[in-house]
């Protein structure tokens, strides 16, 4: 994986691409937090982890954590978060689709960059505050 990681160019890629990966990458912290936690079916597994991974669940959730993101972070999350999004789906509204947009972007970005302490840091206190208000 990383010699794919190697062949990124960070002042290159687009955020898209940060937030397509970006998107991936918190998909699987959460689906093994769920997995840690309890042993339940994969269908129920999956209708909890929509509680963290959906738009509008990461739009809260950059809001609860924007005060421990430093100023780099917080510029990737902004280039995310206004980026040109082609398509918004249905259910959500554009300003939680921008912002989770950014969230992964942020994601993205920590992991090509291979900052995985931070990735998880981030990710851990994303998990502790959006439980806190579920």
Do not use: W
């Amino acid at each position: 994986m990383e010699e794919y990681i190697d062949n990124i160019d960070l002042q290159k890629i687009s955020t898209q691409t940060l937030a397509f990966i970006g998107d991936a990458v918190y998909n699987v912290y959460i689906r093994t937090y769920l997995a840690s936690i309890s042993n339940e079916q994969t269908g129920k597994l999956h209708v909890k982890s929509i509680k963290y991974v959906s738009a509008k669940a990461q739009s809260k959730t950059i809001d609860l954590i924007l005060d421990i993101l430093n100023q780099d972070e917080i510029l990737v999350y902004k280039r995310g978060r206004n980026t040109n999004v082609p398509t918004v789906s249905k259910n959500v509204d554009v300003v939680d689709y921008k912002k989770a947009t950014g969230f992964e972007a942020l994601l993205g970005y920590l992991y090509i960059k291979k900052d995985i302490n931070r990735l998880e840091v981030i990710i851990k206190e994303s998990i502790k505050r959006l439980n806190e208000v579920l």
